[in-house]
């Protein structure tokens, strides 16, 4: 389908995918990179290639707490694309509707592309991206989460539950208990938990 378009100038990629690889993640975390390379090949030049990250639909009724979630995990391997040039990610978590696979939200979905295309492609100097994760460090009983790309401020939508919801926290056995969080000043987060003592794993949503 794609092999009669080569014929035609591109600018770039928009991508939108990935719902029905859910259960096959860790396979996509490889083949979706060989697509976008075979993209390159196909126009013999490194396209501009956007993609979204999958929003936050509850599959299969939704994330049990050491269930975990196929659409997570597939959200965790969509950013090995980000290892290929002249890639870049949305990310729709935050606009998604948990009952509806289909979110009715495309205009922020459009309004996040389009900064992303006007710094990737015509390299603009604005704010284009979501906060990305950079390090934790253990203290005491918490872990602390570093984060870069936060344009001045981490901050949620929603912050009537006084702590930010959707971590877990797990020590060396593995085990996910709910946590509370809280954002400390312009880039961390501090996530703790009464049942683990010594956290070693965080993972959110």
Same mark, same amino acid.
């Given at each position: 389908?794609?092999?009669?378009?080569?014929?035609?100038?591109?600018?770039?990629?928009?991508?939108?995918?990935?719902?029905?690889?859910?259960?096959?993640?860790?396979?996509?975390?490889?083949?979706?990179?060989?697509?976008?390379?075979?993209?390159?090949?196909?126009?013999?030049?490194?396209?501009?290639?956007?993609?979204?990250?999958?929003?936050?639909?509850?599959?299969?009724?939704?994330?049990?707490?050491?269930?975990?979630?196929?659409?997570?995990?597939?959200?965790?391997?969509?950013?090995?694309?980000?290892?290929?040039?002249?890639?870049?990610?949305?990310?729709?978590?935050?606009?998604?509707?948990?009952? *509806?696979?289909?979110?009715?939200?495309?205009?922020?979905?459009?309004?996040?592309?389009?900064?992303?295309?006007?710094?990737?492609?015509?390299?603009?100097?604005?704010?284009?991206?979501?906060?990305?994760?950079?390090?934790?460090?253990?203290?005491?009983?918490?872990?602390?989460?570093?984060?870069?790309?936060?344009?001045?401020?981490?901050?949620?939508?929603?912050?009537?539950?006084?702590?930010?919801?959707?971590?877990?926290?797990?020590?060396?056995?593995?085990?996910?208990?709910?946590?509370?969080?809280?954002?400390?000043?312009? *880039?961390?987060?501090?996530?703790?938990?009464?049942?683990?003592?010594?956290?070693?794993?965080?993972?959110?949503?």
């Amino acid at each position: 389908m794609i092999y009669p378009l080569k014929r035609y100038a591109l600018r770039g990629v928009i991508w939108y995918q990935g719902e029905t690889n859910a259960v096959r993640a860790v396979q996509y975390a490889r083949t979706f990179p060989l697509l976008i390379t075979e993209r390159c090949k196909q126009w013999g030049e490194e396209l501009p290639f956007l993609f979204v990250q999958l929003a936050n639909w509850k599959a299969a009724g939704g994330n049990s707490q050491n269930g975990g979630s196929e659409w997570a995990e597939l959200r965790e391997a969509q950013p090995a694309a980000l290892q290929l040039p002249q890639t870049t990610m949305v990310v729709t978590i935050d606009t998604g509707d948990s009952e *509806d696979i289909h979110p009715r939200n495309k205009q922020d979905v459009g309004k996040r592309l389009a900064l992303q295309a006007l710094h990737l492609v015509y390299k603009r100097n604005i704010a284009f991206s979501h906060p990305i994760f950079a390090e934790k460090v253990m203290e005491d009983e918490t872990l602390i989460l570093y984060f870069k790309n936060t344009y001045g401020k981490l901050a949620v939508k929603n912050d009537r539950y006084g702590y930010v919801r959707g971590f877990e926290l797990a020590g060396k056995d593995g085990i996910f208990y709910p946590a509370q969080a809280r954002i400390v000043g312009n *880039d961390r987060i501090i996530v703790s938990c009464a049942q683990v003592s010594r956290p070693e794993y965080v993972r959110y949503a």
